[in-house]
Nanobody, 123 residues
Framework: QLQLVESGGGLVQPGGSLRLSCVAS????????IGWFRQAPGKGREGVSC????????EYSSSVKGRFTASRDNAKNTAYLEMNSLKSEDEGVYYC????????????????WGQGTQVTVTV
């Protein structure tokens, strides 16, 4: 059973940067597409990025394209989300998710989820 643990969230000023990590255990992350999602208070969970199992393809929501970059190191069983030029609207709990077959930004595509890490953007 794949397990995912996110880290790297925190408090950052507008315009700042954070790098989130998603460490997998229980199986080889190399088999899985990784999705990154976020949920702001009172809102639904939205997909922000995904990256294919071999890292050759990635996709981004329009709200983060050009500012966020997904990457992965399958040898370390870890995926990353580099977030730059952060805005107040980027605030929320960020989740990584994994799936053997799916690829995309829909929450229903993913079978395995981490517990989330909080990102707060404030002056």
């Amino acid at each position: 059973q794949l397990q995912l643990v996110e880290s790297g969230g925190g408090l950052v000023q507008p315009g700042g940067s954070l790098r989130l990590s998603c460490v997998a255990s229980g199986d080889a992350l190399a088999y899985y597409t990784i999705g990154w999602f976020r949920q702001a208070p009172g809102k639904g969970r939205e997909g922000v990025s995904c990256i294919s199992s071999d890292g050759t393809h990635s996709e981004y929501s329009s709200s983060v394209k050009g500012r966020f970059t997904a990457s992965r190191d399958n040898a370390k069983n870890t995926a990353y989300l580099e977030m730059n030029s952060l805005k107040s609207e980027d605030e929320g709990v960020y989740y990584c998710a994994a799936d053997l077959d799916g690829y995309g930004l829909g929450t229903g595509l993913y079978d395995y989820w981490g517990q989330g890490t909080q990102v707060t953007v404030t002056v």
